[in-house]
């Protein structure tokens, strides 16, 4: 991976709290990079702000210009050392203005809030978001409430075999950006794949399904057979043996639950995009689970996918 020398951190300037720059900054300091806070006003955001200002301080002034709100941000960041820059812009749509301003800037990572539905216990993701995972071209860190592990906990979610038609890379670049982000940040490095055994797609694939057919000893086979193919892959990447883990069933079911049992604070996905479509797609592997997943998600993308992005 490219060595992170920018952060471009995404504020919602109608926010209450602001997660992303606690983590961007603790990123910046870890990676010793240049962090910019980066907030775009809207007419909704603009609104919004009008309304909650009104309702609280109903005989003070508004104030329109975002910059002030950045610069209170960054203030006690430049106490620590972490060096900050703060833009603003004004625009509609949301999404299209985000992308652009990861484009102008020199980012190696984008980092952003999601926000946690408390009753669900879920992320809910806006459709700016889901715009982000897709047509981000560099690393996308969407963060939760609450703070990282004094050792964090860095998942990399990897797929041998390459299902789906992934390209082979992509697991290379989840391991190396979990190896980094596990390695500054002084924390644990895992891997965990989700599969559904071979034998069983088979059994069920027949006519009629074999049902119960599937032999234990069969299972246990292919078992091992991904065990040592998942550990010549992680193999230069110092990832222990008990830090491997596998676990049979779909991988929007497995990894939010793995997750939780590992007690991760990030977990790194693989994104693809698709020549010759009016969009990129997000692979199975990262939308399925983010909805779900209990901890903060790092979505990857292979080099050359802003070459596949479509003008």
């Not at 504020?11 to 900054?25: F, I, L, N, W």
Request: glycine content about 4%; proline content about 6%.
């Amino acid at each position: 991976m490219n060595r992170i020398c920018n952060i471009l951190v995404i504020v919602d300037p109608t926010a209450k709290e602001h997660p992303a720059v606690a983590k961007g900054a603790l990123l910046a300091e870890s990676f010793n990079a240049r962090l910019e806070l980066f907030a775009c006003e809207t007419k909704a955001s603009r609104e919004a702000r009008l309304t909650a200002h009104a309702r609280k301080h109903p005989n003070e002034p508004f104030a329109v210009d975002l910059k002030g709100m950045l610069e209170v941000l960054a203030a006690p960041l430049r106490q620590r050392g972490v060096d900050v820059a703060t833009e603003t812009d004004s625009a509609d749509p949301l999404d299209v203005a985000l992308l652009d301003r990861v484009k102008r800037t020199s980012a190696e990572l984008v980092v952003k809030d999601t926000h946690h539905h408390t009753l669900a216990h879920r992320t809910f993701l806006t459709n700016t978001d889901w715009e982000l995972i897709r047509g981000c071209p560099v690393p996308l860190l969407l963060v939760k409430p609450g703070s990282w592990a004094s050792s964090p906990r860095v998942v990399a979610a990897i797929d041998p075999g390459h299902a789906n038609d992934k390209p082979a890379m992509l697991d290379h670049c989840i391991l190396e950006h979990a190896a980094a982000f596990a390695r500054k940040l002084h924390g644990e490095l895992h891997a965990l794949h989700a599969y559904i055994p071979a034998a069983i797609l088979a059994a069920a694939a027949s006519m009629p399904p074999m049902g119960m057919a599937v032999s234990a000893e069969e299972l246990a086979r292919e078992e091992e057979s991904k065990r040592r193919v998942i550990a010549a892959l992680v193999s230069d990447y110092n990832v222990r043996i008990q830090n491997i883990h596998m676990s049979t069933g779909g991988t929007a079911e497995v990894l939010p639950r793995e997750a939780e049992a590992i007690k991760a604070d990030i977990m790194v996905l693989g994104a693809i995009s698709r020549s010759g479509l009016k969009r990129a797609f997000i692979g199975s592997t990262a939308e399925d689970v983010l909805e779900k997943l209990p901890c903060d998600a790092l979505v990857i993308k292979t080099p050359n996918f802003a070459e596949l992005l479509p003008f």
